[in-house]
């Protein structure tokens, strides 16, 4: 589980492709808090650490990427030098500043349109699929991991605005029109939608 707060920026330095997609990743985390099978959010997926090595200013590590999480995501598409949202699991204890978030993209959505109001930005985003149904004003929504309020939903894209310091701490801030990102929808959401799907019809009123 995470929280959808972003803790620190990776670089691909290394995409392996083929049936078992392997990437390899920079990060500043120390080499110490690693373990084998631990797992690390990038853009917003949960990955699993498979190997590790200390660099000087942090760590490098793989994981790899499953065919499912490849049709999913955007990660396919990553390539040498990029950078990638980074956030380590939730401990037990650890402050929830953001919004349950649980790894697992729902599908990917498209920036349809950026606008850049001094310091602050804000995106419009087509969801994909049947994930608007999903998206409510002032509800939360994960974007290539990090936790978001959306602002407004229009058919089937919603707005969302960053601050500063997201533009500057993560990706979202190098975000352009026409670029994909991972979606993430809030688990409420998910499972009130369930709820409604699977209600049994409440019985006619008598005439």
Not at 126 to 135: C, K, M, N, V, W
Request: some cysteine; overall charge negative.
């Amino acid at each position: 589980m995470f929280t959808g707060l972003v803790s620190a920026m990776g670089r691909v330095i290394a995409v392996e492709p083929g049936t078992r997609h392997h990437l390899t990743v920079s990060s500043p985390y120390p080499a110490a808090s690693f373990e084998t099978g631990c797992s690390i959010c990038h853009a917003g997926a949960c990955l699993t650490v498979t190997e590790f090595r200390a660099i000087e200013g942090g760590t490098a590590y793989s994981v790899e990427i499953s065919p499912e999480t490849l049709k999913a995501t955007m990660l396919g598409a990553l390539e040498e030098g990029d950078r990638i949202n980074l956030e380590r699991s939730l401990k037990v204890g650890d402050e929830l500043g953001g919004h349950i978030v649980t790894g697992h993209v729902d599908g990917v959505g498209q920036v349809v349109d950026r606008e850049d109001g001094g310091e602050w930005i804000t995106f419009h985003i087509a969801a994909s699929g049947d994930l608007s149904r999903y998206i409510a004003r002032k509800g939360s929504i994960a974007v290539d991991g990090v936790s978001l309020t959306v602002n407004a939903v229009d058919g089937h894209v919603f707005s969302v605005m960053i601050i500063p310091h997201t533009a500057q701490a993560t990706t979202l801030g190098e975000m352009q029109r026409g670029q994909a990102v991972n979606l993430e929808v809030d688990l409420m959401a998910r499972y009130a939608a369930r709820l409604a799907e699977t209600a049994p019809s409440a019985p006619e009123a008598p005439r």
